[in-house]
Nanobody, 121 residues
């Protein structure tokens, strides 16, 4: 499966952004799709994921209540709506696909290129 992330940009604290992850290749509906991020000087971290059905979602504690993940099977696209952005959300955001959820196996298999989100204070 091929993944293409988009939607990053420069915003101010408190603003919103919506990231998109467009998938192509193998059957999109059989994968969990996750969002990860890597902030400058830090390790990559899990942000959120959605199950193949769209019924199960998970979030990192740091984004709960502010970020919402969703998937559109008709467009083979997963979205990450990011509200109330904070400077600490600044990072390169990556989308990835896996056969199982992050808690079952954190080693996501397929990765897209990143999209940079910069939140100014």
């Amino acid at each position: 499966v091929q993944l293409q992330a988009s939607g990053g940009g420069l915003v101010q604290a408190g603003d919103s952004l919506r990231l998109a992850c467009a998938a192509s290749g193998r059957i999109f509906s059989r994968y969990y799709i996750g969002w990860f991020r890597r902030a400058p000087g830090k390790e990559r971290e899990f942000v959120s994921e959605v199950s193949w059905s769209g019924e199960s979602t998970d979030y990192a504690d740091s984004v709960k209540g502010r970020f919402t993940i969703s998937r559109d099977g008709t467009k083979n696209t997963v979205y990450l709506q990011m509200n109330s952005l904070k400077p600490e959300d600044t990072a390169v955001y990556y989308c990835a696909a896996n056969f199982v959820g992050y808690k079952a196996n954190p080693a996501y298999v397929y990765w897209g290129q990143g999209t940079l989100v910069t939140v100014s204070s």
